[in-house]
T-cell receptor
């Protein structure tokens, strides 16, 4: 089955700096890669996703890149703000894998220092 | 519109008790997923429904775990004879279409979770 690894596990940046979180996956059949933000005690919320036929996607300060050959994808947050502080999870999945559920990474705790 | 809701939000059970966790997906969503999230970890898949059909239950950790979605909307996750290792947050997610169909239909929307503590 799919295995998703995520690093770093914790990341501390100064407000205004950029933050990068990286994930690798094992199943070459995976074709859908969402990123979720989870604040303490809250539900995971989708912030951006990318499908395997696209190499990069951007939404304001957030961007995701995908290298399907190397089986890795990354989340980039620019001009970080204190409200970006949360745990971020990457995930992989897709119908082609024969399993419709998402496989999540172990999370990155991002702390943005004011 | 209303998002995914779950109840109860918190549940404390004595070891050996049975518990039932409820999920109300977004109206009209075909796909429904249950995940288990241990403290400090990412969600882990338990089971998947397409309408009322349970198509994948490969993530259920033991036969003490049972899920149903009899009318293709509300789902219940039941845990029998709870054990301390069952303590976790149980998350439900729903998506409009079938996973893999693309076009945004596979976006999974999560509920707030039920935090289960087994003493």
């Amino acid at each position: 089955g799919e295995n998703v690894e995520q690093h770093p596990s914790t990341l501390s940046v100064q407000e205004g700096d950029s933050a990068v979180i990286k994930c690798t996956y094992s199943d070459s059949a995976s074709n859908y890669f969402p990123w979720y933000k989870q604040e303490l005690g809250k539900r995971p919320q989708l912030i951006i996703d990318i499908r395997s036929n696209v190499g990069e996607k951007k939404d304001q300060r957030i961007a995701v890149t995908l290298n399907k050959t190397a089986k890795h994808f990354s989340l980039h947050i620019t001009e970080t703000q204190p409200e970006d502080s949360a745990v971020y999870f990457c995930a992989g999945g897709g119908m082609d894998t024969g399993r419709r559920a998402l496989t999540f990474g172990s999370g990155t705790r991002l702390q943005v220092q004011p | 519109g209303a998002g995914v809701s779950q109840s109860p939000r918190y549940k404390v059970a004595k070891r050996g008790q049975d518990v039932a966790l409820r999920c109300d997906p977004i109206s009209g969503h075909v796909s429904l997923f249950w995940y288990q999230q241990a403290l400090g970890q990412g969600p882990e898949f338990l089971t998947y429904f397409q309408n009322e059909a349970q198509l994948d239950k490969s993530g259920l950790p033991s036969d003490r775990f049972f899920a149903e979605r009899p009318e293709g909307s509300v789902s219940t996750l039941k845990i029998q004879r709870t054990q301390q290792e069952d303590s976790a947050v149980y998350l439900c997610a729903s998506s409009l279409g079938l996973a893999g169909t693309g076009g945004g239909q596979e976006t999974q929307y999560f509920g707030p979770g039920t935090r289960l503590l087994v003493l």
